[in-house]
């Protein structure tokens, strides 16, 4: 039987993935006695963890949300970054995103209703590039007040500063009150950026967070407009690709490789990278040539689903005939080498005396 530290632990951690644990599987999960479970229960509840006791056929515990996180306990500031740096760990590249959601689930079922309800608001969607800026420091209270209004689907109203022309130091001169809808709140390269719809302007605008200045109160709610695309990944990635030369390429497709999106992301300088689970991601890529690109993205040693468009299928199609041509076609026998033969030369030289 492990250490009593241990078994509670471990008591805790069960209790924290599902709602209803009955006694008995509980008993043998821990592989002790159900008296032992009763015990351990009323220990974690002295430490101030709220576990009741249902009734039932075989009866049983759950972990309810209490008034505090014991033993740990947090301030508001610090939640909200708990729940930033665990929504935006997805992008890592180290493959926790299914430990990051479960982790969030559990911070926020103990937490007070208060704490609760800012993280339930916090909703960010992580879109990052393989090479990663240092980007400027955005206040936390922004972030809250960005994505509480995404959330609540409500119009925005902000003062922003744009950049400054080039040449110029610092930032240029703010610009009039904007009034936005709201979609995303997003990271790029290491940045945060609101995607929203201009009420003004009527057209979709990524604005930086670090510039954005929010007014209260916030305007009526909205109806969500259908982002071009569907897609706010890729509607991010273009925004910023048709603004980058890097990414003006003639040829540009979509495959879906059997890959995780970390290791597909170190060996990808100007592309898009999305993670669609633990093995298995979307690229997007340019290239200045359809074969080019097919064979670029043949490096990876993976099962490729085009996506499109019907060029790239087509360059995989040619490539695959060349390199089954190439597989099959038995081999010129290589011409022996023969020695070299010198030969002597002899040059007359003409009769001075003629």
Not at 110 to 119: D, G, K, Q, T, Y
Not at 161 to 177: D, M, Y
Not at 333 to 342: N, V
Request: proline share 10%; glycine share 8%.
């Amino acid at each position: 039987m492990p250490k009593t530290s241990a078994r509670l632990l471990s008591l805790l951690s069960l209790l924290q993935t599902r709602r209803d644990w009955p006694g008995a599987l509980l008993a043998e999960r821990l592989d002790i006695s159900p008296r032992t479970v009763r015990r351990d229960v009323d220990r974690l509840r002295e430490l101030g963890y709220p576990i009741v006791a249902f009734k039932g056929p075989a009866g049983g515990y759950r972990l309810e949300a209490g008034t505090e996180l014991p033993p740990l306990l947090f301030d508001d500031e610090q939640a909200i970054a708990l729940a930033i740096a665990l929504q935006i760990a997805t992008t890592t590249g180290a493959g926790i995103a299914e430990a990051a959601a479960r982790a969030l689930n559990t911070v926020r079922q103990v937490m007070p209703a208060r704490l609760r309800h800012r993280i339930d608001t916090l909703q960010v969607t992580a879109v990052e590039r393989p090479t990663i800026r240092p980007g400027p420091q955005v206040d936390s209270g922004v972030l809250m007040a960005l994505s509480a209004a995404v959330h609540a689907r409500e119009v925005l109203r902000f003062d922003y500063t744009p950049a400054s022309p080039p040449g110029a130091e610092g930032n240029g001169a703010p610009t009039p009150p904007r009034r936005v809808q709201p979609h995303h709140l997003v990271t790029w390269d290491g940045r945060w950026y609101l995607v929203a719809w201009d009420l003004d302007r009527e057209d979709w605008r990524t604005f930086r967070a670090d510039r954005i200045t929010p007014r209260t109160p916030t305007g009526p709610r909205f109806t969500p407009r259908e982002l071009p695309g569907g897609d706010v990944a890729a509607f991010v990635a273009s925004k910023f690709w048709d603004s980058d030369s890097s990414g003006n390429w003639p040829c540009r497709g979509e495959v879906i490789l059997d890959l995780p999106a970390a290791a597909v992301s170190r060996f990808t300088r100007y592309g898009f990278v999305e993670e669609l689970g633990p093995n298995r991601c979307r690229l997007v890529l340019g290239s200045w040539s359809w074969p080019g690109l097919a064979a670029t993205i043949g490096k990876f040693d993976a099962d490729i689903e085009v996506v499109g468009p019907a060029e790239l299928k087509a360059a995989f199609a040619s490539l695959a005939r060349r390199y089954a041509n190439a597989a099959t076609l038995p081999s010129r026998p290589s011409r022996p080498s023969r020695p070299s033969r010198l030969r002597r030369i002899t040059v007359s030289r003409p009769d001075p005396g003629r």
